[in-house]
């Protein structure tokens, strides 16, 4: 991983708040409201002299701690700008993907993305936005040839939307090229970066313009809050258009969920460095086992896109999708786990294991899922943090015959 120390010490100390009492750890300003000490200080305020923190949904200081830590490490090594990148944390990653695309995309706007995505965004694009006046194209990885058409057929396009890995079957997109021509067609990209974390990869130096996140997963990394954010290379798009979506639609996070997210993020780059290592043995596992019929890992160099994983990735994470070919024999292996659990979500630092086409992407379509490679052999493993050793022996019981 690059610069990995660096990175450490940006994920302890960039953002911290220290306040006049001398806590170390900053305080939880668990409040609606601040108070202005005089009429004089409203008026400063009003005239835009300081910049006061008003009424909780405007602004929280445990939430612009947060905000400043996410964008150290998202614009980590940026040769330019790196001073432009801004992020603005929300109640959810769905509120921070909602702020992000309506943001950008108007009534009478499209929408290009990938066929595969997290469910509750296939979701948002694919039923919700059009009720707003938003279409949207799907393109099976982003396939460069296809976007060009489709950019050129849909010259309203404002937002060009990826997930890379995608969740759940892991495919990888370039999206370094994607940005090169979604921006010849004036077109705008966000890139979900919820599974490699900025650890692993930081899209904003590759061209995206907008990454969002659901700081549920590895940045909170504990199970404890569910939150999202977004971050953005661009000041004026973040304050005009992503950040009144915050005040005036209203998905604020508490500050105790900011606080306790903050305290996971310290510990990220230490957290993916164990995550991916075990996840390599896992899927090594995994790929060699006679009940899987496939494995779906960026990391083993049987993987379609290992190689543009390796170039845009400093690690491959350590999220894996694989088939045991029938649903039955899915259900097995859910019913018989006992070190993992049978649960959504991902990135804690405990295991996790489920079931896409009956849990996560139930929302979609059977015959989308079939499109999107959804089998009903499918399973999705987070690898937590446990010894590797009995994650694998967990699953080796469980896949016995
Ligand atoms: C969980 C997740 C989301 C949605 O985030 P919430 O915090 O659950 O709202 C979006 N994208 C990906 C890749 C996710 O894993």
């Known amino acids: 991983m690059r610069d990995g120390q660096q990175m450490a010490t940006q994920a302890i100390h960039a953002g911290e708040i220290h306040d006049s009492s001398g806590s ?26 300081t910049d006061a923190y008003i009424y909780s949904r405007g602004g929280n200081p445990a939430r612009t701690a947060l905000a400043a830590k996410l964008s150290a490490l998202e614009s980590f090594g940026m040769a330019e700008d790196s001073e432009s990148v801004t992020a603005e944390i929300f109640a959810s990653g769905m509120a921070a993907i909602s702020a992000a695309i309506m943001g950008i995309a108007k009534a009478g706007n ?47 396009t404002a937002v060009v939307y990826l997930e890379t890995p995608a969740n759940p079957t892991l495919g990888i997109i370039d999206t370094a090229r994607t940005a090169e021509i979604a921006h010849a067609n004036g077109a705008k990209v966000i890139v979900d970066n919820t599974f490699a974390t900025p650890i692993l990869q930081r899209p904003l130096e590759l061209g995206a313009d907008l990454i969002v996140h659901s700081t549920t997963k590895y940045i909170n990394g504990h199970g404890t809050v569910v939150g999202g954010a977004v971050v953005s290379r661009h000041p004026e798009v973040m304050e005009e258009q992503v950040a009144s979506l915050v005040r005036f639609v209203g998905g604020v996070p508490s500050p105790f969920d900011c606080w306790l997210t903050n305290l996971g993020l310290k510990t990220l780059p230490l957290r993916m460095r164990q995550h991916c290592a075990s996840a390599m043995k ?64 991902l990135g804690n630092i405990d295991t996790l294991v489920e079931h896409p086409a009956s849990m996560t992407h139930r929302v979609v379509t059977p015959e989308d899922r079939a499109r999107s490679g959804i089998t009903d052999g499918l399973v999705r493993i987070s690898i937590g943090l446990e010894s590797v050793d009995d994650i694998i022996a967990d699953l080796e019981q469980a896949l016995a015959t």
């Open 110 to 156: 499209h929408v290009i993305t990938q066929q595969v995505l997290y469910g509750s965004a296939d979701h948002l694009i694919s039923d919700v936005l059009p009720e707003f006046g938003i279409t949207n194209t799907r393109i099976p990885g982003l396939d460069p040839t296809a976007l060009a058409t489709e950019l050129a057929n849909h010259p309203e």
């Open 282 to 345: 896992v899927a090594t596992f995994l790929d060699t086992h006679p009940a899987v019929t496939a494995t779906h890992y960026p990391g083993l160099p049987s993987h379609p896109h290992h190689e543009l994983a390796a170039s845009q990735m400093d690690d491959f994470g350590a999220m894996i999708a694989f088939d045991l070919g029938s649903y039955a024999t899915a259900t097995q292996l859910m019913d018989r786990i006992e070190l993992c659990t049978l649960a959504v979500s």
């Open 24 to 49: 170390h750890i900053a305080p939880i300003y668990q409040t609606s409201t601040f108070t202005f000490a005089d009429m004089a200080s409203v008026e400063a305020w009003a005239e835009g002299e």
